[in-house]
């Protein structure tokens, strides 16, 4: 928990870093125009110049080295609104100057942690009015002159700017978040395809398809034989390589639009859209040659074959779920006939379509 939120306050830092150099450089404009009839004492222009351009690198480092870095960050945008309270107050509460100093840090804090922050932040700011009172005096100040305006106007144009492109910059991570945790949601972590749920949501969305477009299609599924022996004996790192490689060979042997999946287990699962079954049965036996002809380097006794059974689309079928039960019997047909091979779902008036396909 402690490592997520490190890593969550290191860039919460950086994303904080560039608009602060921005708003206290040209916030220190409008400061500075507003404080300067009044002739403060030195020590105040001073403290004006450290606030201005020293501050945001002090406030960075600071947080970067901080073993917390979120909770530094937010302890930096706290003194933010005790500097800007403490600003407002020093200028005799000049109408534009000072409040847009005091929106531009409260709209930091809402956007950095909502009414929370919010509140926090505006009891810094009255915090830093009652320091400034304290030192220097109260004081008002309720004419703004041209000089002031024109001094406050990079203010209120470049660091709304500079705040809108952090977000902009920072919705695009989210979008980028969200779908790479919409993939991971899909698929299976060990071999990388489509897991259970996913592949059954598009193997109805193909059923879907075929019933209305009379489109051809064809599923397979696939199991490795003796899975359980191969774990028992060798170890189940052995196992998860024999996966690995059927998961490796299926994206090397398939097409694009071929789709497979892990259905669970040691059993695969595809669909192969607009393939007859003569297409899908050569491609098939290509795959359970290739994995057969595997060798572990270190395990070279080891051997890996596959029962496979595939069906094809019928307008008979009246479910998704039918569908699957006839590869699924094809798959028992295979392992029935002795494993390592590929069975077709009725097989005699399939071996037929395969003998005369025209």
Known sequence: ???????????????????????????????????????????????????????????????????????????????????????????????????????????????????PMLVRGLLAQVAGVLLSMALLGPGLQLQTTSLQVYASLPMLTLYPLALGWVCYQLAIQLAEHKRRLGALSRTDSLTGLLNHGSWKDLLEKKFRICQQQKAPAVIALIDIDHFKAINDTYGHGVGDCALL????????????????????????????????????????????????????????????????????FSTHLPTPEHWLLEADQALYAAKHQGRDQVSLAHAEAAALRLAYPD
């Open 1 to 115: 928990m402690t490592d997520n939120k490190s890593g969550k306050g290191h860039s919460f830092v950086r994303r904080i870093y560039r608009p602060r150099i921005i708003g206290k450089g040209i916030g220190l404009i409008a400061a500075a125009a507003a404080v300067a009839p009044l002739h403060p004492p030195q020590w105040v222009w001073l403290l004006m110049l450290v606030n201005g351009l020293a501050w945001p690198h002090i406030a960075y480092f600071w947080a970067r080295r901080s073993a917390m870095p979120y909770q530094a960050e937010l302890r930096n945008l706290q003194l933010d609104s005790v500097a800007a309270g403490f600003w407002a107050a020093t200028m005799h509460f000049n109408p534009l100057p000072s409040l847009t100093i005091l929106s531009m840090v409260t709209m930091n804090n809402v956007a950095a942690g909502g009414r």
């Open 245 to 312: 490689q059927l998961s490796q060979e299926l994206r090397r042997n398939l097409r694009q639009n071929d789709k497979a999946g892990r259905y669970g287990g040691d059993e695969f699962c595809v669909i192969f859209p607009n393939t007859d079954e003569a297409q899908a049965y050569l491609a098939m036996e290509r795959l359970r040659e290739r994995v057969a002809a595997y060798r572990n380097p270190h395990l070279p006794e080891l051997r890996i074959s596959l029962s496979i059974g595939l069906a094809a």
